[in-house]
């Protein structure tokens, strides 16, 4: 069984930046991605990365976002930069595995205008 935990969630200001942290309770060999879900609407992918580090990333946040992993701390991260109100979401962790999907309990990011 596989735990997520996610930090670094909060209220800026649009143009503001932030860094989300996601903390496995173990090493992971698959990917590992970024995803966020507004009220209202479906979860979406944000960002993936594979351990050797090979990434990708949604349209809406090419350029702004970087997603970056350290596998010695079995630790992933999503840097937010230039953000925008539209970014709002809960921000959830995910590894899939061959253990199984899991997911982190998210984090809340709001960006106000």
């Known amino acids: 069984q596989v735990q997520l935990k996610e930090s670094g969630g909060g209220l800026v200001q649009a143009g503001e930046s932030l860094r989300l942290s996601c903390a496995a309770s173990?090493?992971?060999?698959?990917?590992m991605g970024w995803y966020r879900q507004a009220p209202g609407k479906q979860r979406d992918l944000v960002a993936t990365?594979?351990?050797?580090?090979?990434?990708n990333y949604a349209d809406s946040v090419k350029g702004r976002f970087t997603i970056s992993r350290d596998n010695a701390k079995n630790t992933v991260y999503l840097q937010m930069n230039s953000l925008k109100p539209e970014d709002t979401a809960v921000y959830y962790c995910?590894?899939?595995?061959?253990?199984?999907?899991?997911w982190g309990q998210g984090t809340q990011v709001t960006v106000s205008s």
């Open positions: 995910n590894a899939n595995t061959m253990a199984g999907n899991f």
């Open positions: 173990g090493a992971i060999f698959s990917p």
């Open positions: 990365i594979t351990r050797g580090g090979n990434t």
